[in-house]
């Protein structure tokens, strides 16, 4: 399956470049590749009894009675649903085809493949078999949808969207206002809060940020919930994950903390949960809002609250920009405790710098040279940290393993650039902690691409001079 963030990528692309998008469907999709290995299945009861009145001739003569149960073992020629390889399998087909047309698969998303056609790039990337195709060209689309469906809707027609709306992998994919891409979510917000709308009605409360400031608190002697409401914690932030992954970044702190209580939830997380719900309630309209001012620039923001957590470790949060809106977000607890804060922003680095690169050479597969891959952060002494590596390593930072201090390397060969953010305008700050406030809607404004990230927005946070901050 194509990743998240190669969808929210090509979705940027598509806006800034004013493709024609269109999404399909396969039917039956699975049962459309061969199987590649011996692979018996047992049909018992009364779906061995159906198969036997659908082809008698074909069926009975192989039926068998098993403890009084009628038992007919098949052999398979398709990849059927359900089975170990199956989607695995359609995989194969459906890239092996793709290359026989000339597309090539970007090494760094498999589920994606590009081709030029008349001197633009066709993409297509696809989430088992559900496809997304995009060119400047609407009639290049029409032309690949009928090879697609000449291929694959034999036996039925493939579902066709075309226009400038789609549902795609439970989002809505919205170009309708030039240049820029809404993510909305509005109809999965709205069934979420309609199951629960009496128990919201009854807490009678409007919250005005996803957490309190004692977000990260634990009480261990706090009653723990019991097996109803622990099942009702469970699958509310389960949802509420899947939702702050695709359209409301803006929950990641909240549901990051919430996702490390399922083994233990307690009545304070359940409010915690409901206090986020509330939230949710009261910005329920709200989307993520997404452009691109160009592909040859990537922006990044990486922070770390140090020793928020009650074990005394710290929090990451990290940020990625093409222009408005944040592509890729991300908020977590760190694996292992750090003497300093500058220690701790070393590691929410490191956290995040595998994203960082992948990005970078994914964009470079898809054909757009990053001429600054551009890293802000607020820490002076962590600049110097990651830009000299051991030569700013002192008594205090030595015992960090040498693992960290590859972030130099990669400064050295050009990857990635570092500059010194003030913290007042660090939108990774964002998701490190629970922001209240003044600062928590301006960051988030940012975030959920209500506003661009422009120097004039920056010129007086914190009083800090942003000498050297370009425009993103």
């Not at 066709?160 to 109809?187: A, F, P, S």
């Not at 917000?189 to 009496?198: G, H, P, Q, S, W």
């Not at 804060?341 to 929410?348: A, H, I, L, R």
Request: charged share 25%; hydrophobic share 40%.
């Amino acid at each position: 399956t194509v990743s998240i963030e190669a969808v929210m990528i090509s979705a940027t692309i598509d806006a800034l470049e004013g493709r024609d998008v269109s999404t399909v469907d396969i039917p039956r999709a699975f049962m459309q590749a061969n199987i590649d290995e011996l692979v018996h299945v047992k049909f018992e009861g009364e779906m061995a009894d159906m198969l036997v009145k659908l082809d008698p001739k074909m069926y009975r003569k192989y039926i068998k009675d098993e403890n009084g149960k009628s038992v007919l073992y098949v052999e398979l020629k398709k990849a059927l649903y359900g089975t170990l390889k199956a989607a695995l399998l359609f995989w194969k087909l459906l890239s092996s085809k793709l290359v026989s047309w000339g597309y090539e698969i970007n090494p760094y998303d498999w589920c994606v493949a590009n081709k030029m056609i008349n001197g633009k790039q066709s993409t297509i990337l696809w989430h088992v078999d559900d496809l997304k195709i995009s060119h400047v060209d609407p009639k290049v689309n029409t032309e690949t949808i009928r090879q697609i469906n000449d291929e694959f809707g034999k036996e039925s027609p493939i579902t066709i969207t075309r226009g400038k709306i789609h549902d795609y992998l439970g989002m809505t994919l919205d170009y309708t206002e030039k240049g820029k891409v809404k993510i909305k979510m509005l109809d999965y917000v709205e069934k979420l809060l309609a199951d629960i709308e009496e128990l919201l009605d009854e807490t009678k409360g409007e919250a005005t940020s996803p957490a309190g400031d004692h977000l990260f608190t634990v009480d261990e002697d706090q009653t723990k919930l019991d097996e109803k409401r622990a099942q009702f914690f469970h699958t509310y932030v389960a949802k509420t994950l899947f939702l702050c992954k695709r359209a409301r970044p803006d929950l990641q702190t909240a549901v990051a903390f919430l996702c490390t209580r399922f083994k233990a939830c307690d009545k304070d997380d359940y409010k915690k949960l409901l206090r986020m719900l509330q939230f949710i309630r009261a910005t329920k309209g709200d989307y993520l809002t997404l452009s691109a001012s160009s592909l040859h620039n990537v922006r990044w923001w990486v922070d770390a609250s140090y020793a928020v957590h009650r074990d005394m470790r710290s929090h990451t949060g990290g940020a990625m920009s093409l222009g408005r809106g944040v592509v890729y977000g991300t908020s977590k607890k760190q694996k292992l405790n750090t003497k300093s804060s500058t220690e701790s922003e070393v590691v929410g680095t490191d956290d995040v710098m595998p994203q960082i690169l992948w990005t970078l050479y994914f964009l470079e597969a898809q054909g757009y040279r990053v001429i600054d891959n551009l890293l802000y952060q607020d820490n002076i002494s962590l600049i110097l940290l990651e830009t000299n590596g051991r030569g700013s390593s002192g008594k205090q930072t030595r015992h960090i393993n040498v693992r960290y201090f590859f972030i130099a390397d990669r400064v050295k060969s050009g990857e990635i650039r570092i500059e010194h953010c003030p913290t007042g305008i660090m939108i990774a700050d964002y998701f490190t902690k629970p922001l209240q406030g003044a600062i928590f809607w301006k960051l988030r404004d940012m975030i959920m691409g209500n506003i661009d990230i422009t120097l004039p927005l920056l010129t007086k946070a914190n009083d800090v001079p942003l000498v050297g901050i370009p425009v993103v």
